[in-house]
């Protein structure tokens, strides 16, 4: 989930950017501090974007930079467990795919791709299944739910698990397809349940 937060901190203006844009600078600096973190509270900052209330220069003994306060606008993602995610499959590997969803990755381990035995073709490379034709690969837009979450301190260390067997869930074109044979079978047998008319 995507969240925005107003935040408050100190950043140092080195002298070399005395004379720029100190809007342009303090920006520039807090996202190059603060982009790609993990926070626990808030999740993996995403953008920094709108500082404003920057204060006047502080100089500290031995320090040429001036330290300025500033609020800022946060934009941070916090997945959270049983939130439907849309992603991109980024890498498929035997024991299942990976899924871009946001900022980060979640493994869709084999067995929660779909509710069919599906093999693992290296050379497509393709999750394939015999029975339906159902096949998934790299670059495949889906709907995934998050099963679990283990927020670590970076993005590559924190690990999301992911499952597409639900209904209304996986590769866009199952779910098309899927929504196509439910209205086939909505209709079938509409006339079978028809009293016979008075004399």
Known sequence: MYKVYTVSDVFKLPP??????????????????YEGLID???????????????????????DPSTHHNARFKVLTYMPTVDEIVAGEVSELVEFGAFVRIGPMEGLVHVSQIANDFLSFDKKVPAFISKKTGKNLKKGDAVYAKISTVSMKKTVKDSKIALTMKPEGLGKLE????????????DGKGGGGGRGRGKK
């Open 174 to 185: 199952w779910i098309a397809a899927d929504a196509r044979k439910g209205k086939r079978d």
């Open 40 to 62: 626990k509270q808030m999740g993996v900052i995403v953008s920094i974007f709108g500082v404003s209330d920057i204060s006047d220069g502080m100089i500290y003994p031995g």
């Open 16 to 33: 070399e950017h005395f004379a720029d844009n100190l809007e342009e600078v303090a920006t520039d600096v807090l996202r190059r501090k």
